[in-house]
């Protein structure tokens, strides 16, 4: 019995400790699962947090590009607004100006109507006077003649077709001086349009170049020993070297602009190398003519693009290049090949035709003179052959032959092509006369007046505008002079071809002349 008491016992003992360590066990659970999930709490928060700073940052940077790029297409719509307005406003600005040429237009046609309308009143009412006319001769010759109405008939017809040819005459050619007058007005429109858009430049050019030397010694090493290396210089390049007595500087001279130019660049080689003798004066001007011909077809080419012309052979490229190198009464033959070809693409542009083939007319127009110091003729015709040769078409190669009117002109681009050329050579200031041809000018003008008797000299000045006489006062009386100078004045208008005028100017100076001793 007490066992079994004693076994009860302790089986509610075990009872309450496992219940009671059971509830242990699981308040401790319960205390960690708490513990736990406070800790996955906080970490979520955190994590939360973090990647809501992350989301906003990457917000505030996508809101930043948004703006930029916003920004940035609101400045290029503007820019782009801007030029669509500032090209709206030149449309603008051109279509008023063509409305006031078209008013100006309506207007000139309006008073031509009207001046039609006016001749019309005026042919009428002299019909209606003719018709009156004729009753009235009609029934004075059937009362003062034995005539019949026939014969009366047609005498009055004869008078009258008479009256009528005689006004007819009259009408036709007043319309014609109108013509003319529009036609004029139109061309001169035409070609001052032309010369207006051309704004080519175009400087005097010369036979001469000046190589600077860095002292006067250097004049010494470049003649050499016996004057080797001046010799062996003008032997290469077919150059005159002029060594005078201007300080540091050291001539060349030659009428082939081209060989000028290697000759220019080789000697400024030598002289900043320092190594001048016949060896290696044939090595540099054999590399500067290398260097020209390079510089030949670099100018062809930029004439080329800047006239808008192209599938030009190369060889046709080369010879615009040497017109780089060519002058014609002091003009650069390439710069005037460019306003020639600027002036009739302007031209051919207003009487509507193709003006890129005028461009390419203007530019080519004078390249026979690259190569008429090698070839015999005109250089108008060597053009023509050479265009010719490079397969130009017919229209440029007649053109070409045709600038200087020694061919008959077969289109209007051949026409115009002689207007432009005219246009850029009688340019002011365009051309000047060679220095020979001014030297035996001023010679002859100083001649002419020399051969009167009585002058004892006679000076040609302001560039032969003017020449004074000063004569012998001994020979020749106040009355004398005043006649003289009719006859000095009447020579040179015989004897000479001249612009403008001269001014003569007889001077006659009595001189008393004492010593006082």
Not at 69 to 83: H, L, S, V, Y
Not at 127 to 140: A, C, G, P, Q, V
Not at 203 to 214: D, F, G, H, Q, R
Not at 406 to 430: C, T, W
């Amino acid at each position: 019995m007490i066992t079994m008491i004693v076994a009860i016992v302790v089986g509610l003992v075990a009872t309450f400790a496992g219940y009671f360590l059971r509830k242990h066990m699981a308040e401790k659970k319960i205390q960690d699962a708490e513990a736990q999930a406070k800790f996955i709490l906080e970490q979520a928060k955190q994590d939360i947090q973090g990647r809501r700073k992350e989301a906003e940052l990457e917000a505030k940077d996508l809101l930043f590009r948004m703006r930029s790029d916003f920004e940035k297409e609101t400045k290029d719509r503007r820019q782009e607004i801007a030029g669509l307005e500032k090209r709206l406003a030149q449309k603008e600005e051109n279509i008023d100006r063509r409305l006031d040429l078209l008013v100006t237009k309506e207007k000139e046609i309006d008073n031509k109507l009207e001046n039609v309308k006016k001749q019309e009143d005026s042919v009428k009412s002299k019909e209606t006077h003719l018709y009156s006319l004729i009753n009235e001769e009609k029934s004075r010759l059937q009362k003062i003649s034995s005539l019949s109405a026939e014969e009366a008939k047609q005498i009055l017809l004869s008078r009258l077709n008479e009256e009528l040819n005689n006004e007819k005459a009259v009408f036709i050619k007043k319309q014609e001086d109108e013509l003319h007058q529009v036609v004029d007005k139109k061309a001169k429109e035409i070609v001052t349009l032309a010369i207006q858009k051309c704004a080519a430049e175009n400087a005097m050019e010369s036979t001469v170049s000046v190589v600077n030397l860095p002292n006067d010694e250097m004049k010494g090493r470049v003649i050499g020993r016996e004057g080797r290396n001046i010799r062996a210089f003008e032997m290469a390049t077919g150059v005159d070297v002029i060594i005078d007595d201007t300080p540091e500087a050291v001539t060349l001279s030659c009428f082939d602009t081209v060989r000028r130019e290697v000759a220019r660049r080789a000697l400024e080689k030598l002289i900043g190398d320092g190594r001048i003798h016949p060896g290696r004066i044939e090595e540099v001007v054999e590399k500067a003519k290398k260097e020209v011909e390079e510089r030949i077809r670099e100018e062809g080419e930029r004439a080329a693009f800047e006239a808008n012309v192209n599938g030009l052979h190369p060889e046709i490229i080369k010879l615009l290049g040497r017109l780089r190198y060519r002058t014609s009464f002091g003009q650069n033959a390439l710069q005037h090949s460019k306003e020639v070809s600027f002036i009739l693409g302007a031209m051919a542009s207003e009487v509507r035709l193709d003006f890129k083939l005028a461009r390419r007319i203007g530019l080519l127009h004078d390249i026979g003179k690259a190569v008429d110091h090698q070839i015999e003729g005109t250089h108008a015709k060597i053009g023509a052959d050479l265009a010719k040769k490079y397969n130009e078409t017919m229209q440029v190669v007649e053109a070409i032959e045709a600038h200087h009117e020694e061919a008959e002109p077969k289109s209007l681009f051949a026409v115009l092509a002689i207007a432009a050329d005219a246009i850029s050579a009688a340019r002011p200031g365009a051309r000047r006369e060679t220095l020979e041809t001014y030297i035996k000018r001023l010679d002859k003008l100083e001649s002419i007046a020399n051969v009167f008797k009585g002058v004892e000299k006679s000076f040609a000045i302001q560039a032969g505008r003017e020449i004074r006489v000063i004569v012998q006062p001994e020979k020749i009386s106040d009355n004398d002079a005043v006649n003289l100078v009719r006859d000095i004045r009447k020579k040179i208008e015989e004897g000479m071809e001249y612009p403008g005028q001269i001014k003569v100017t007889v001077i006659r100076e009595t001189r008393a002349i004492e010593y006082a001793k």
